[in-house]
């Protein structure tokens, strides 16, 4: 039975505890998981998985999302790498969190802090170095940290530059009692001189490739997988549209399926005659335009699919498979949005 049929969800995003688990026992140690904005539209639930894969600390951006952590029954140290207001630093406070500084009053305000240097992100942190020489010295910084702006682009000489500049000023500092962390997924992937003490991954946990190819290639599997129903399959005849616009029309006799998922569930618009599902383990294209709440996808002149039939969007039915990475090309963008992108609409179900 398929889970529009079987079950009360219009769409529903499953996620895979157990490819999050080993996922982390493949990555680097020690492991911080990055589980912001909801574990990257996997849902907070991932954060047990990941531990039990070895990963010994967790990162968020927002204070409310260590909280969250925090109610969940975390215990293992959390860091909150992103900028926070003053109440949201009390917040980051209350949960007992790690904070990241890069200014004396961001420095003075928390138990314990992460200084961070700008080697070439150019977004937090502070370019100072001598400033962040002098932060470092303080009893209450745990942590020295920098951020790639290039690790996913071998072709970038950045890369190089940012790891020297940050072993350079770990050097300088000159604290063995402090933990120095600079690798997200793609650096721990490529690079391990820049595992330091503690590698910061994200992606890689979801079983995404950070070089937006084939997670498979790095011994990863894809955690998540989205799937609906067909609703409905009726016929076309040769010059009838499908959607808004008339951007699709049959040049021929031909079926449609119409399957309840668009953009209101993160489905993009940009998607519109420019994606394949799978529904009986073969590859359907989209025909027309995503709307909010459906599209519509070519069966051909001879059909097989019945309503009620499963519809993967992300993952794999029989042989065939589709990765985010797919969805993510065809957009013009990167992995990470397509499962973040996904709304609060589609229930997340975790399996183990
Ligand atoms: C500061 C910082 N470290 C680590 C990560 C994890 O990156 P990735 O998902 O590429 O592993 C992020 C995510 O963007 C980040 O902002």
Redesign the pocket.
Known sequence: MSPGVSGPQRALATVDLGAIERNAARLPKPLCA?V?ADA?GHGLAVADAALAGGAEWL?V?AADEALALRHRGVEVPILV?GALTRSELVVAVDADADVVAWTDELAEQAPRVHVKLDTGMGRLGTKDRELALRLAQRDNVVGLMT?FATA?DPSDDLFGAQLEAFREFVGAVGRDDLIAHAA???A?LREPGSHFDLV?????LYGMD?FGTDPAAHGLEPALSLSSWVAAVRRFEAGDSAGYGRRWTAQEPTWVATVPIGYGDGWRRALTNNCDVLIGGRRHPLAGTVSMDNVTVALGPETDVRVGDEVVLIGAQGEERILAEEVARRLDTIN?EVTCGLTQRVPRRHVP
Do not use: Q, T
């Open positions: 990055v912001k990257y990162a951006a790498m951020h996913d997200n997924s793609a721990a910061r991954c994200g992606v890689a950070p990470y």
